[in-house]
């Protein structure tokens, strides 16, 4: 059964750094395109980066240069590190499987960050 | 970036009722569309993968269909449960985007 589970959010002040994991189980992270989505309270869904199985990389303008994805493959594991947070940062970060293409996706439960003073 | 319009972006309706939600594409994207249903303070849940292939477990009520830029996303007879906010996410492109959502609230 594939299973994502995200940690590492929490309360963190402006221009700060976080690093939010996501744990996969029942398939190989490095096999397959992994994203990270956010969600702002109250707003809808955002795409924030995704790392193919080659290990290209890519990000949203709104945080590019400030958060970088990574994986390790001995743990079969997702990151996100985020630095230089800012309020507009403040979501629900969720990772998930297969965004692309034409298979189906897989999401986490989801990991809260908020940002502020 | 491909951006996605749904509309309407809310809607009231019935137990029963047959609903449909559209989206819109900036520019072809071939048949690399889900669609997902989220309940508040929920993960988005995936209904339809490749327009109109329905995702192991989702009922039969929900149907996708559209090519290119034009989606729709229907449920034929609206339950309880269905009640929700919905979106669409183009897979087509390296820079995902998602619709704005579509509410679908009760009547």
């Known amino acids: 059964e594939v299973q994502l589970v995200e940690t590492g959010g929490g309360l963190i002040q402006p221009g700060g750094s976080l690093r939010l994991s996501c744990a996969a189980s029942?398939?190989?992270?490095?096999?397959?395109?992994m994203s990270w989505v956010r969600q702002a309270p109250g707003k809808g869904l955002e795409w924030v980066s995704v790392i193919y199985s080659g290990g290209t990389t890519y990000y949203a303008d709104s945080v590019k240069g400030r958060f970088t994805i990574s994986r390790d493959n001995s743990k079969n594991t997702l990151y996100l590190q985020m630095n230089s947070l800012r309020a507009e940062d403040t979501a629900v970060y969720y990772c998930?499987?297969?965004?692309?293409?034409?298979?189906?996706?897989?999401w986490g439960q989801g990991t809260l960050v908020t940002v502020s003073s | 970036d491909i951006q996605m319009t749904q509309s309407p972006s809310s809607l009231s309706a019935s137990v029963g009722d047959r609903v449909t939600i559209t989206c819109r594409a900036s520019?072809?994207?071939?048949?690399?569309l889900k669609w997902y249903q989220q309940k508040p303070g929920k993960a988005p849940n995936l209904l339809i993968y490749a327009a109109s292939n329905l995702q192991s477990g989702v009922p039969s009520r929900f149907s996708g269909s559209g090519s290119g830029t034009d989606f729709t996303l229907t449920i034929s007879s609206l339950q309880p449960e269905d009640f929700a906010t919905y979106y669409c996410q183009q897979s087509y492109s390296t820079l995902s985007t998602f619709g704005q959502g579509t509410k679908v609230e009760i009547k």
């Open positions: 029942g398939f190989t992270v490095s096999s397959n395109y």
């Open positions: 998930a499987r297969n965004l692309y293409g034409g298979d189906p996706s897989y």
């Open positions: 520019e072809s994207i071939s048949s690399y």
